[in-house]
């Protein structure tokens, strides 16, 4: 609460995996800001490691993630978890893992990106620091 956070739907067996390591430099430059990410291990898209723990090593010691990672959930769906659905109704359903959604301060969903937009892409760190600046 209070802060602007990105919302990700990650995946260890994708081919955006390596966006761990984008979304992390995203974290150190804003994270004294007042931002945060949260990233959302998933297998919805059915490419997840099933044990907490390998995705744990995936990406806190590959990708060397110090921002919060949930426990592995669907973000799709019925089953999609709370945060997920409710994103969904407002911006639509990830189309794929690493889908990110930007979240202001008050809550309230700022816009989302796919997949394909890299985490230190200008047309993001512009929102996020547009969202910082209020």
């Given at each position: 609460?209070?802060?602007?956070?990105?919302v990700?739907?990650?995946?260890?067996?994708?081919?955006?995996?390596?966006?761990?390591?984008?979304?992390?430099?995203?974290?150190?430059k804003?994270?004294?800001?007042?931002?945060?990410?949260?990233?959302?291990p998933?297998?919805?898209?059915?490419?997840?490691?099933?044990?907490?723990?390998?995705?744990?090593?995936?990406?806190?010691?590959?990708?060397?993630?110090?921002?919060?990672?949930?426990?592995?959930s669907?973000?799709?769906?019925?089953?999609?978890?709370?945060?997920?659905?409710?994103?969904?109704?407002?911006?639509?359903?990830?189309?794929?893992?690493?889908?990110?959604?930007?979240?202001g301060?008050d809550?309230?969903?700022?816009?989302?990106?796919?997949?394909?937009?890299?985490?230190?892409?200008?047309r993001?760190?512009?929102?996020?620091?547009?969202?910082?600046?209020?």
């Amino acid at each position: 609460q209070g802060k602007v956070t990105l919302v990700v739907n990650t995946a260890s067996k994708c081919g955006y995996t390596g966006q761990f390591d984008g979304l992390e430099e995203l974290y150190q430059k804003y994270k004294d800001q007042g931002f945060t990410i949260i990233g959302f291990p998933s297998d919805s898209f059915r490419q997840e490691l099933a044990d907490e723990d390998d995705v744990a090593e995936v990406c806190f010691a590959n990708f060397g993630v110090t921002f919060p990672m949930i426990s592995i959930s669907a973000v799709t769906g019925r089953r999609a978890n709370p945060v997920f659905a409710q994103l969904s109704r407002e911006q639509g359903p990830p189309a794929w893992n690493f889908h990110k959604y930007l979240v202001g301060r008050d809550g309230e969903v700022i816009t989302a990106y796919p997949s394909a937009v890299e985490p230190m892409d200008v047309r993001l760190t512009a929102e996020i620091e547009q969202a910082l600046a209020k």
